[in-house]
């Protein structure tokens, strides 16, 4: 049974990595060594045992493991090789008793890089998982006034007051304007409370927000910058307690509000135009 798991989650990575050589990009993990050694670094910061995003695991942190797995951490080595029969030991302990060891990660530009665990990675990831425990090292990058830099630190400092990583903004300013909608003071620490309520409904909006019916607020908008919107039209303090149909039927309005602007320059305009 779990050699079988390793066989369906191999095909999917030779069919993820077959459409990229198509696209003639390369077909493996991307590696943050070969990133650095081109990019300015300012130091690193530990911040030690965090709850990373899945879906922000990107790569590995050096080119040793970069070949054994495609971009979505699915497995390419072949079914009789040292590697699958691992793959497959780690299966049967998720499948058994559940994966809780923490990997260890670095983060750069808001993207994790795996140290240790590419494979408990490739399994969590292939059985769906949201998230993993991991011990994570973060490579500041030079400040260079860009707005991808300028953007970063603004996450920076936003992550430091909330412990929250797994929202992105589109433009600058904005970190600090969700720091307002939530209630709170520009210096002001988010509390575990607060972090739960805020995923809460986070969850809830992303689960609206993902499905297919929300494709035309995509474009450039990040999951982000559509909560911000949101944030536009009605009280956080108000919609942190909706429930799932509530939220849906302020999403509703969320739509009506993007088909007037499709630009998201500002958000603010949108309170003069919906009438708020």
């Known amino acids: 049974m779990y050699q079988e798991e390793y066989r369906k989650a191999r095909q999917m990575g ?3 990595a077959k459409f990229c050589q198509s696209k003639g990009v390369s077909p493996y993990l991307p590696v943050l060594d070969e990133i650095l050694a081109v990019e300015s670094t300012c130091g690193e910061v530990d911040l030690g045992l965090v709850d990373v995003p899945m879906e922000l695991i990107v790569g590995t942190r050096s080119a040793g493991r970069s070949q054994a797995m495609s971009h979505s951490f699915m497995p390419l080595m072949a079914e009789d090789s040292e590697f699958a029969a691992k793959w497959v030991t780690l299966c049967r302990a998720h499948m058994e008793e559940g994966i809780s060891d923490p990997i260890k990660v670095y983060e750069y530009m808001h993207t994790f890089y795996v140290v240790e665990g590419h494979k408990r990675v490739s399994v969590l990831r292939y059985f769906g998982a949201v998230s993993i425990p991991a011990y994570v090292t973060r490579v500041l990058p030079a400040r260079d006034g860009s707005k991808a830099s300028n953007i970063y630190y603004e996450y920076v400092d936003f992550y430091r007051l909330s412990g929250v990583n797994y929202l992105w903004f589109s433009a600058v300013g904005r ?27 986070y969850h809830g909006f992303t689960t609206l927000y993902g499905d ?7 474009g450039r908008m990040t999951t982000g910058d559509a909560i911000l919107l949101y944030l536009d039209l009605f009280e956080y303090d108000q919609v942190k307690n909706y429930s799932q149909g509530q939220l849906k039927a302020g999403f509703q309005q969320l739509h009506k509000a993007f088909s007037v602007k499709k630009t998201l320059p500002d958000l603010n305009p949108l309170k003069g135009l919906l009438g708020r």
């Open 14 to 16: 030779l069919k993820e």
């Open 212 to 218: 297919k019916s929300a494709k035309d607020l995509a």
């Open 175 to 201: 970190f600090a304007r969700l720091q307002a909608a939530v209630g709170k003071g520009p210096e002001e620490l988010w509390t575990e409370e607060d972090r739960r309520k805020f995923y809460s409904f």
